[in-house]
DNA sequence: CTCTATTTGTACGTATGTATG
DNA sequence: TCATACATACGTACAAATAGA
């Protein structure tokens, strides 16, 4: 049983989050350093985790202002 | 015109040789160091554009051997 | 079978640029 | 103009797996 990566798991997180309504579409998600300080993980991780659910569409990043969650 | 990033421009380009067939499937691709010589870019680059086309199911990774095209 | 080299994967830190408010 | 926040980019280290001598 491979442990799975801090990153795998964070982007897991974020996906049941958005799949059970508690981030709905349009949401904001809390900042990069939000979520280091809240997951105890380092920028790395969360910039993974981004990097794959962008890639997945399901948010979406606004430089300068956050990452939401994808309208569909 | 935003120009693109180095490691979206790397994806696409390792993409356009999975699509046209220069890479076959089952074709092992450079490694990590290698691309990063042949293109001149950091492993940053070449990580992020793997994580991408990974998560695109374009490509598997075998640790201790090397990233392969996907069969399908 | 053991040792070593290679390669992928994960992880941490930091700097710069850009865009928004 | 300044503060905030995301995006890109570079460097490095360690662990695990595999192949080859």
Redesign the interface.
């Known amino acids: 049983m491979p442990p799975s990566p801090k990153w795998v798991e964070l982007a897991e997180h974020l996906r049941k989050q958005i799949a059970s309504g508690d981030l709905p579409p349009g949401e904001k998600l809390p900042s990069t350093s939000q979520l280091c300080q809240i997951h105890g993980v380092s920028s790395i991780v969360v910039r993974?985790a981004m990097?794959?659910l962008k890639?997945?569409g399901l948010v979406v990043g606004v430089p300068g202002v956050g990452v939401f969650v994808a309208e569909r």
Do not use: D, G, V
């Open positions: 993974n990097l794959t890639a997945e």
